[in-house]
């Protein structure tokens, strides 16, 4: 389940300490933030994130180094094979159990990453959506994307505007939900709720100036093409990365997936890559804000992770 070490129970009993949220769009710096909160509050790194859960994602995902994962117990990283799904059902369940674990040991959990679904679906449940069906999800898988982007237009347009828009799997989902019940998909997906006092002030986003987040997120894009993400992918192509509907739709994947068939350029795809990271920043932001009761902690381009969680720590105090 974590690829952690295992660790033995509390040598006392003690009151369950309670979890810390850590979210904000990609690029912020969660991660390293998350790393050195662990430190500070003796705690164990509960990885938010929909793609790190696949083995073999690594490089396109910023998945935590191994260096990083023996310096404090990582979970919800490499849960399953690229042949397998994984999906908000499943990281509830696994959740679930980690976050218990970890408070058996006296540990605090650190709830961290950028998948807004997972987070609001382990607060609250997964919303009154129905189940997928089958026939009709095969009809309209069949239909163009500018047919799906019409009826939502028609039917759901918070969604419309929401949505990621090249993610056909997710347009399917929504278009599929509508027919299925008559209702628009926005009305049918869990908010912020049954978990949320308990976690008043211990539930944080990370904040950046455009400007730097820009930055971060080109040297991040930069930095993975230069560590082998196009190497990565072919690697994973036998592995049945192509299949996986989830997997092959993450940012950089895809869009290397494009490349190796010719679709563009290495230039044209390391830019497609940029341009799709900073719109999906942009939707998780917006996301967050509307849906997570979040402290936002601004962090400016010269503080290190090490200061931004000291001064989380000091939001927490009261209750440490």
């Known amino acids: 389940m974590s690829g952690s070490p295992a660790l033995a129970p509390a040598t006392s009993p ?12 990609t690029a912020t710096g969660k991660s390293a933030v998350a790393l050195e909160l662990a430190a500070l509050l003796d705690g164990e790194i509960v990885s938010v994130d929909s793609m790190q859960v696949y ?7 910023a998945k935590p180094s191994p260096e990083e994962r023996s310096r404090v117990p ?10 397998e799904s994984f999906d908000a059902a ?6 679930n159990a980690v976050v218990g674990q970890i408070q058996s040991r006296g540990r605090v959990a650190i709830l961290c990453g950028g998948t807004g679904l997972y987070f609001n679906a382990w607060l609250g449940g997964l919303g ?5 069906d089958p026939a009709l999800r095969t009809q309209i898988e069949s239909m163009p994307t500018a047919a799906l982007l019409e009826e939502l237009a ?12 090249q993610n056909h799997r997710r347009l399917v989902r929504a278009v599929e939900v509508i027919r299925l019940t008559g209702r628009p998909f926005s009305e049918q997906r869990a908010r912020w709720p049954d978990r949320a006092p308990a976690l008043a002030g211990r539930s944080f986003g990370l904040l950046r100036d455009r400007t730097d987040l820009v930055t971060r997120m080109d040297a991040r894009v ?3 093409f230069r560590a082998g993400l196009v190497d990565e992918v072919r690697t994973l ?9 989830t997997a092959s739709q993450a940012i950089g994947y895809r869009q290397v997936l494009e490349h190796l068939e010719g679709q563009r350029g290495i230039i044209e795809t390391r830019e497609s890559v940029k341009t799709r990271t900073r719109q999906f920043a942009k939707r998780q932001l917006t996301w967050f804000r509307g849906q997570l009761d979040l402290e936002w902690i601004p962090v400016n381009p010269q503080e290190d992770p090490a200061a931004t969680a000291a001064r989380i720590v000091r939001y927490l105090a009261p209750s440490q």
Do not use: C, K, W, Y
């Open 154 to 165: 028609r039917r759901d347009p918070v969604t419309l505007d929401e949505i990621d828009l």
């Open 90 to 95: 499943r990281f509830v369940a696994m959740a």
């Open 128 to 132: 009154d959506a129905p189940p997928p």
């Open 55 to 61: 083995r073999g994602l690594d490089i396109g995902t």
């Open 14 to 25: 003690r009151a369950a300490r309670p979890p810390v949220l850590l979210a904000g769009p």
């Open 222 to 224: 930069d930095a993975m």
């Open 237 to 245: 192509l036998p592995m049945g990365l192509s299949s996986n509907r």
């Open 74 to 83: 990582h979970h919800g990283v490499d849960v399953v094979d690229l042949s």
